[in-house]
């Protein structure tokens, strides 16, 4: 299988040449909040690339892969004769996968700079050359997901998967018992989604945009998953405020008061071992092209 060393791989901008903010930025506390969240979902991951089929020697793309915590994960499922293509258009994350993958010795992980919508012109790869696609929390900050499904149907062969996880019902995110605070800065987090671009609740509209392009939805379920103080799931929104609420009040989209009066409902459940948090609902999807 033909492969170029990710030392090799030249850095390649979106259609714009312009690169976009990710919405929460790429600094190292980001970088730390990520590195749990996929400790915390890989179990979630590695059971969908199961349903999915994932087999050793097939031709993989990661579709937004940030810096690359799953896509380790996939070059090691697929194997020596797979081929794994991760594409991000941060240049922060694409570069500490190329030096994450060469210290692993996954050296022919093949890394792009580049917009997810045009994936083709930012990696060259050839029409129905794609195996299956994995794509998490990606969706969700996207503007043109229209854009990224046409591209996915030129790529992805017949008998090809596309496999998703993202939100839907994002705003049902909330503490038991509730705290008014914490509502208003849920409804503020969701509204920045919007405003920039994204949408939380993007799995409502993904199905239907997929079979529209010549997809078949073969799979489609709820991931809900509830934390409690002390856990270790309980620590994955608590790392999320830490990174996303400075960025809120920086970008306007929370007032310096709402954040405070947000962190002290959360710091009341912190302390409250009967308290708990709904967690926003993931769905999953798998997606196999006619």
Known sequence: METNDTTNQAHNAGASG??????????EEELARLGLQHRLWADAAHAI???????????????????GFASIDLAEWIGPRGRLVAIDENRAFVDRLRAVAEAAGQSKIEVFQGDVGEVSRATGLAERSVDLVWCRWVLCFVGHVQRVVDDLARLVRPGGRVVVQDYFNYDCMTLGPRRPAFTVGIQRLANAFR???????IMGTHPSLLRAAGFDIVHFAPLQRVARPGTSMWAWPTTFWSSFLPRMVELGHMAPGERDAFLADWDEACQDPDAFMHLPTVYELIAERR
Do not use: K
């Open 18 to 27: 312009e690169e976009r903010e990710y919405l929460l930025g790429a600094h």
């Open 195 to 201: 405003a920039t671009g994204g949408d939380p609740d």
């Open 49 to 67: 690339w199961r349903r999915a089929h994932l087999s050793p020697g097939e031709t993989v793309l990661d579709l937004g892969s940030g810096p």
